[in-house]
C-alpha cells in the first residue's frame, strides 16, 4: 500500500534555530501534501495545503514566514519550522494525497524547542 | 468552529466486549468519512472509511455507521481486544475540496 517516510520522528532544538522535516512518499505520487499539527489533547490541525510545483495555502492564523513548505517534487515535501520557539513544540505530521482517493500519513514528528 | 465533534474524550471496555465510539458532525456536505486509529507518538493510521451513499461499512472486526440525517457515525469494535487501546479519530471531507477535518479523538482503552 501507499506509503509516506517522515523524518526525523524526534528532534529537539533550541529556541531561535530552525528544523526541517520531510515527507516522502515511497510508491506513490503526492500530488497534495497537507501539513498538520497536534498538541497535547487537542485534535490534528490543519496548517496548510501544497501541490506539487505550487507555493503552500496556508490555513488562518499560520505563519506563513515562519512555517516554509517546499513541495518541488511529487514524491518530497517538506515543512521548515523556522526560529523556533517553545511555543512551537507540538507533534508534526504531513499527510499525502496522490492519484487515489485516499491520505496516507507520516509518522510524525515529535519537535520539542527548548 | 469544530466542524467534526468526538464528545467523548476517553472510554474504556472490557476484553471482548464491543467498543462504540461516537462522532458528530455539522456539515451538510461532508460525504466522506474516516476512522484512524492513533498510538503515542506515531502518525495515524487508516482504519475504515465510509461514504455517503452508504450507512453502514464492515472491515473485520471494525464496522463504521452512518447516520446522515442526524449528522453522526460510530465506530464498533467487537470483540475488543487490548492492542485496540489507542486513540480514534473520525475525520470528514466534502468530494468537493481537499480537506478533511478531524474530530479531537477518543483515547479507547481495552481491558485484558
Known amino acids: 500500500g501507499a506509503v509516506v517516510s517522515q523524518h526525523p520522528s524526534r528532534v529537539i532544538c533550541k529556541s531561535g534555530t530552525s528544523v526541517k522535516i520531510e515527507c516522502r512518499s515511497l510508491?506513490?505520487?503526492?500530488?497534495?501534501m497537507f501539513w498538520y499539527r497536534q498538541f497535547p489533547k487537542q485534535s490534528l490541525m490543519l496548517m496548510a495545503t501544497?501541490?506539487?510545483?505550487?507555493?503552500?495555502?496556508?490555513e488562518q492564523g499560520v505563519e506563513k514566514d515562519k512555517f516554509l513548505i517546499n513541495h518541488a517534487s511529487l514524491t518530497l515535501s517538506t515543512l521548515t519550522v523556522t526560529s523556533a520557539h517553545p511555543e512551537d513544540s507540538s507533534f508534526y505530521i504531513c499527510?499525502?494525497?496522490?492519484?487515489?482517493?485516499?491520505?496516507?500519513f507520516g509518522s510524525g514528528t515529535r519537535l520539542t524547542v527548548v | 468552529d469544530q466542524q467534526v465533534k468526538q464528545n467523548s474524550p476517553s472510554l474504556s471496555v472490557q476484553e471482548g466486549r464491543i467498543s462504540i465510539l461516537n462522532c458528530d458532525y455539522t456539515?451538510?456536505?461532508?460525504?466522506?468519512f474516516l476512522w484512524y486509529k492513533k498510538y503515542p507518538a506515531e502518525g495515524p493510521t487508516f482504519l475504515i472509511s465510509?461514504?455517503?451513499?452508504?450507512d453502514k461499512n464492515e472491515d473485520g472486526r471494525f464496522t463504521v455507521f452512518l447516520n446522515k440525517s442526524a449528522k453522526h457515525l460510530s465506530l464498533h469494535i467487537v470483540p475488543s481486544q487490548p492492542g485496540d487501546s489507542a486513540v480514534y479519530f473520525c475525520?470528514?471531507?466534502?468530494?468537493?475540496?481537499?480537506?478533511?477535518?478531524f474530530g479531537t479523538g477518543t483515547s479507547l482503552t481495552v481491558i485484558p
Open positions: 499527510s499525502a494525497s496522490g492519484n487515489h482517493y485516499g491520505y496516507t
Open positions: 510508491d506513490f505520487q503526492a500530488t497534495t
Open positions: 501544497s501541490n506539487e510545483g505550487s507555493k503552500a495555502t496556508y
Open positions: 456539515n451538510s456536505m461532508f460525504d466522506y
Open positions: 465510509i461514504s455517503s451513499i452508504k
Open positions: 475525520a470528514a471531507s466534502a468530494r468537493t475540496g481537499n480537506q478533511f477535518y
